[in-house]
């Protein structure tokens, strides 16, 4: 059976740097930069797969659909927006990871 990602959860919402739950349950997974019981925007912006433990035995997981392939997930901000969201520059080298942007 295939593990159960955010990226099908109905209730796994985005607002401001963070994924939370709208249903209340704090996600275990330890994420830097975010507020406890949320995940930082960072890991859906590198195309993480989000398969977290605590969605695993869930009863409120709500699937939305088929799980989202890997070459699918994730996003390619401008340079604008990745400074907004993760407060630094996309080309500084403390990031603690890389992936492909489009410029703006």
Not at 9 to 22: E, L, P, Q, T
Not at 29 to 42: L, Q, W
Not at 63 to 79: F, L, Q
């Amino acid at each position: 059976m295939p593990k159960r990602s955010l990226y099908q959860c109905s209730h796994a919402r985005v607002k401001g740097d963070h994924i939370y739950c709208d249903k209340g349950h704090k996600f275990s997974f330890p994420s830097y930069g975010a507020e406890e019981g949320k995940i930082h925007i960072r890991r859906l912006i590198k195309g993480s797969p989000l398969t977290l433990g605590c969605c695993q035995t869930c009863e409120d997981f709500d699937e939305m659909g088929p799980p989202i392939k890997a070459s699918e997930r994730g996003w390619h901000p401008t340079d604008e927006e990745f400074i907004r969201l993760c407060g630094k520059n996309p080309d500084e080298e403390d990031l603690p990871f890389r992936f492909g942007r489009k410029s703006g």
